[in-house]
């Protein structure tokens, strides 16, 4: 389920390390370095920008709670800041 799920919404790597093994991923020459970095991963491998978006939910997260800024304006501001981090590492890519 998790493969199908992951190739239907537009080839993602599944986090199922099951589901990375099951021959699709196999077959695709962009997921060679992931299958070889999960035989040996305690976790899901890393995604360039990762650690900065984590950065970002958790801003994000602390100033709505606090009520710094209003839900809309958190989800705003969080689609524009990771999409700014998507797009600094896919011209890196």
Known sequence: MNLRWSVGAGDYIPALQSASFGGYLEQVPEAEAYLAELELAKWVPVIPGNDEIIGIN??????AYAKEITPEEANKEHADRVQEVLNKWADQL
Do not use: S
């Open 58 to 63: 958790i801003d994000i997260w602390f100033r």
